[in-house]
Structure formats: C-alpha cells, structure tokens
C-alpha cells in the first residue's frame, strides 16, 4: 500500500492543477474582454448643434442639419450643453423634422447644462431637433448594421412613412469565457474538497 504522506499528495495534486487552471480562465476572460469605446459627442449651443471640435456650424443656418454623426449599432451618442439658453434633443421621424417628441424615441427635455445620452441598438437614419428652435437646430444620427465579415455595412432605409425607432441599451456581453472559467473553478473547488477528504482518510488509516 501507498504510505500516507504519497496518498495524500495524489489526492491534493490534481486539485491544486485544477483551481490553477480554472483562476488561469477567469483572469483571461477578464483580460480579453474588449474595453468600452466613447461614442461621437455632439455639442448643443447657441442656437446649433456641432460635433465636438467642430466650429464651422457654429452659424445659424434655418433648415439645414447642423451634425450628422455615424456609428456601428450598439453604440452611444452624448450631447453635451454648452451654450447659455435652454435646448432640447428631440428626436423625429423624418428628414423634414415636422413629427418629433419623445414618442418617437428620445427625448432630452430642456436644460441649459450637463449631458444626455443615447444608445441605439437598431441600424437606420434616426434625425432630431431642438423643440425651441425647430428651425434652426437639426441633426442627424446614422447608424450603421455589423456585416458577415465583422465590419460594417450602411443600413437599409426605411420604406416611406415607416419609422425605424432606436432602442435604448448596449448589445449584451459576451461572458462565454468567463462562465466557462467558473466551471473550471467550481470543479476544482470540488476536486480539493475531495481530496481533503482523502487526505484525512489517509491520516486517519
């Protein structure tokens, strides 16, 4: 028969390579996961909308889309106050802004300061104005769908008088890799709780 001292370090070993293997898991999944990207910032001014770093629809122009910013779906758009009056970001459902309010998807509300964000999930051409100053203040908002390739493919309008509306929330994470490293580590948890038991057997005979 094996003496105690070899019984006890056949049964630890394996436990001990386990929990090695499934901490090895978490921590790569943790490492590996992509960081968050900021999304564009668009500036809300006197009386003009403006991408960040942007001064030259710093005039106001009655009609025209002041910012047009693009981004993949899933991603996030912050406007940022930095004028004196009151604005709002109101989104609309066409090009002509004439149907806009919250009900169509987002709604800042007025205020003067601070920031507003939104996240938006579905591809299409999303617009919005100012609600005190409808024509003055516009812009636009294209969301672009991940392609086959893992890059990106501009989306498909939508049919005339339908209105494609954004979602708010992020794409879910991927926590395959860190579910599978929690299943390593719950099994080597198991496998020395095992071994200690043994291990105490062996003393104990």
Not at 160 to 166: D, E, F, K, L, N
Not at 169 to 197: Q, R, V
């Amino acid at each position: 028969m094996l003496g105690s001292r070899k019984l006890l370090a056949l049964a630890i070993l394996p436990a001990l390579l386990a929990l090695l293997i499934g901490g090895a898991a978490v921590h790569g999944a943790e490492a590996g996961a992509p960081a968050a990207q900021a999304g564009p910032v668009v500036e809300v001014g006197d009386f003009w909308f403006c991408n960040a770093g942007d001064t030259a629809c710093h005039t106001t122009d009655s009609g025209d889309i002041d910012s047009a910013v693009t981004i993949a779906a899933g991603g996030t758009v912050q406007w940022s106050w930095v004028g004196q009056n009151q604005h709002s970001v109101t989104a609309c459902s066409n090009s002509s802004f004439t149907s806009c309010g919250a009900a169509q998807g987002f709604d800042s509300g007025f205020r003067s300061s601070g920031t507003f964000s939104q996240t938006f999930s579905q591809a299409g051409t999303f617009y919005y104005h100012c609600e005190a100053h409808p024509n003055e203040m516009h812009g636009q908002v294209t969301v672009t769908a991940a392609s086959a390739g893992g890059g990106t493919q501009p989306a498909t309008p939508a049919p005339a008088g339908v209105t494609q509306m954004p979602r708010t929330g992020g794409a879910p994470a991927d926590e395959s890799g860190f579910s599978l490293g929690l299943l390593i580590a719950a099994i080597g948890s198991a496998m020395a709780l095992s071994g200690a038991g043994l291990a105490l057997k062996a003393r104990r005979s």
